[in-house]
């Protein structure tokens, strides 16, 4: 199980921050983008994501046309991209990014899981939100749980996002999860080398 910090925010400077913090702990991380087409926040744009040689990204992309990225995402060169079954024309976005990269397909929290079941042949994994997507620091729903032992059963790749911390990271661990994506669970408080730490104890521990 892998514990990716997540990163959302809206300058170069908060992102080249947040993963100053961390780069020594962690090769990986999450960055969200929007673009206000899909929920009404904007972050930082594609093609102002920093290019640092020892770390690998992957893009959650809540944009309504994630193939009209395309050419920004290569310069960026993501080890996966995120893309939201609830997107106009999803299995033709599908179509235009599987293959480029790694693609998970995301449910956000009102959608239900089995609506993503007919998507999971042509892509590589699935990303469970577990809060509504748009903002860093909300409560953690119980219902991703449900929606994370049910896809269990159709893949081994699944990533929950949203509201995971301390006190329910072993809740998810338990489960079929593959990675966890956590943002204020790692970086809110003074000490997120310490918060990462004490997450990636808990898993090893399940």
Known sequence: MLIIPAILETTLDEVKSKIDLLK?????????????TIT????IPIHEIPMIPEVKYE?????KKPSEYIVEVRKIK?????????????????????GLWDVYVAIDITTSAEQVIPMLKKVNGVLVMSVPIGKTGQKFHKEALNKIKYLSKYTKN???????NLRNISQCAKLNVSEFAIS???YKGHN?????TQLKKIVRRV
């Open 24 to 36: 020594n702990d962690s090769k990986k991380f999450h960055i969200d983008i929007m673009d206000s």
């Open 59 to 63: 893009l959650h992309l809540m944009v």
């Open 184 to 186: 204020s669970g790692i």
């Open 78 to 98: 993501p080890y996966k991209i995120i893309i939201h079954s609830e997107i106009p024309s999803i299995n033709s976005e599908i179509e235009k990014v599987r």
């Open 192 to 196: 997120p080398k310490s918060n990462l």
């Open 158 to 164: 699944i990533e929950i996002d949203g509201g995971v």
């Open 40 to 43: 009404p926040e904007r972050s």
